[in-house]
């Protein structure tokens, strides 16, 4: 609770939204670098089919409206003065609206749609040397570019409104900058842009060579801007507030600086919806080893004009398949009664089940995006307990294998590794990781706002709030360490297994 004094000066913050995959929150950054109260709604994805994750645009903006004024009340009501509007977004989820109605023509595809991955494919051979050496990625499995190009083929009133000038494109930072600020700046920033496989790395340029060859009309591509650029004033009818909307970050980029990844080797993992591994590599991309797959180079963050790379491999499915788990099949009450159950049940090779968690495809350590779950080795005296372990060791084992492949490419050990996510609160789950990873993972505090905090912290240095996302960050208290408690040699056979298991599964020797 904030507190303040008769004749004080009132305390600063940020106003931070943080727009995910399954929910939107807000909250102030106070000046002290934490989070105030936080404000959550969850939104609905769809899946009309096995390959397609849509969302309604509609109900992205509402959410985000809604936690926000929420935030600027309590705000309000503690004496908080707000200094800025700051946003972090899941990235890659697109839509199209029109510009004189303010409305959606069509659902958002979400950045897990995977509908053209077959066609993608296709690209591959011609494509995939070039776009990693100019975007650090390769042509992938999912491009918001392509949805739009077939959606203005197929819809007779998305190309009308083409037609007439009114059709806007962006994936949902974007869409909510448009909203934020009335209408007024149609953007996004280098964090997103690179995640949608259209970022020319190191001339911060839309690769228009690759867009247009993938039938997109030039014409619709939102203006690029730096992350910390500034993006108008926000619209006092959306937030009832008009302050400058002055930071806008990818929810992991945001989040990798709310773990303090700044420096070269300084890494984070978060595990959401899916989990993502980033870390730092300072002025100059490290691009992706042909070898090493579903390791892209990215923007962390162009803070000032300058870029900061970074390295990022993820898996689609960690808090999902716990979701899956419990929501849909009804097998656990929570993911956290999940995750007690698992904890007590000792591994117990050769007998335990093997869960592999790949409902949405595989990244890394091989290309497998039409590849699915499974569950094997089960036996009438496999336990409810046992179910448990071998699922959060599926998902353990499927980040080990991100971490993994991140450090080959940096060419070293992370120099230090932060997580955070809702994911992580389980003990049970960062015990294991910890042991298979064979590094000290530190949880940090208040894990769960790190994108939110993040992309504040890239505000309020903007703002002149800090001199420096340095000084913010290491003012932050430090978290829970989780020490590896097994041996190499236990590792190294665990880490084995797995890989055998996954290769089978695969039916992939390179696996």
């Known amino acids: 609770m904030t507190q303040t004094f008769p004749g004080a000066a009132p305390r600063r913050g940020v106003l931070s939204i943080d727009e995910g995959t399954t929910g939107t929150r807000s909250g102030v950054v106070l000046d002290s670098g934490a ?4 404000f959550y709604r969850s ?10 994750v849509e969302q309604d645009p509609m109900e992205i903006w509402t959410a985000t409206v809604e936690v926000a004024r ?20 899941q990235r890659a989820t697109a839509m199209l609206w029109d510009r004189v109605t303010g409305m959606p023509l069509l659902p958002a595809v979400v950045w897990q749609d995977r509908r053209y991955a077959h066609e993608l494919a296709a690209y591959e051979a011609e494509w995939d040397a070039a776009l990693l050496a100019r975007q650090g990625r390769p042509v992938g499995a999912r491009s918001p570019f392509l949805w739009a190009a077939r959606q203005i083929a197929a819809h007779p009133e998305a190309a009308e409104a083409h037609r007439a000038g009114r059709l806007l494109f962006g994936t949902v930072d974007t869409w909510l900058i448009w909203r934020l600020t009335g209408g007024a700046v149609h953007a996004t920033t280098p964090t997103n842009a690179a995640s949608t496989g259209g970022y020319l790395l190191e001339r911060h340029a839309w690769d228009e060579e690759w867009i247009g060859r993938l039938g997109f009309p030039l014409d619709l591509l939102p203006e690029l801007r730096s992350d910390d650029a500034g ?6 009818d959306a937030l009832g507030i008009a302050v400058p909307l002055t930071a806008s970050m990818g929810d992991q980029h945001a989040a990798l600086v709310g773990l303090g990844g700044l420096a070269t080797g300084q890494g984070m993992c978060v595990y959401g919806t899916g989990a993502f591994v980033d870390a730092a590599t300072g002025t100059t991309p ?12 990215q923007p962390g963050r162009r803070q000032g004009g300058i870029s900061h790379y970074s390295l990022e491999a993820y898996t689609s ?18 993911p956290k009664e999940l995750c007690e159950e698992a904890g007590p049940a ?40 046992d179910l448990a372990r071998a699922v959060v060791d599926g998902i353990a084992h499927s980040v080990c294998d991100l971490i993994d492949a991140v450090a080959a490419t940096m060419g070293g050990p992370f120099a230090r590794l932060r997580v955070g996510g809702g994911v992580s609160g389980g003990d049970p789950l960062m015990r294991i990781q910890a042991d298979l990873t064979g590094l000290p993972l530190e949880r940090v505090t208040d894990s769960a706002t790190a994108s939110l905090r993040g992309t504040a912290y890239l505000a309020g240095v903007a703002q002149g709030l800090w001199s420096s996302l340095e000084e913010v960050v290491e003012a932050q208290p430090r978290g829970r ?9 236990v590792r190294g056979d665990q880490r084995a297994a797995w890989r055998e298991g996954l290769r089978a599964h695969l039916n992939d020797p390179a696996s």
Do not use: K, M, N
């Open 43 to 52: 939104i609905r994805v769809s899946h009309p089919d096995d390959l397609s």
């Open 286 to 297: 490290a691009l992706p080893r042909p070898d090493l797959s579903g390791v892209v180079a």
């Open 35 to 38: 989070a105030s109260q936080v």
């Open 481 to 489: 360490i989780f020490e590896p408690s097994i041996t190499e040699a």
């Open 317 to 334: 499915t960690a808090g999902s398949a716990l979701r899956w788990l419990c929501d849909d099949l009804g097998l656990f009450a929570s």
């Open 70 to 89: 929420r935030a600027v009340s309590r705000a309000g009501e503690e004496g908080i003065e707000i200094t800025a509007v700051a946003l972090s977004t």
């Open 231 to 236: 993006f108008g004033t926000t619209d006092p």
């Open 346 to 385: 000792p591994a117990r090779p050769g007998r335990t089940p093997r869960f592999v968690p790949a409902l949405a495809g595989v990244r890394t350590p091989v290309w497998h995006p039409e590849a699915t779950a499974s569950l094997t080795g089960l036996t009438l005296a496999t336990t409810r307990a």
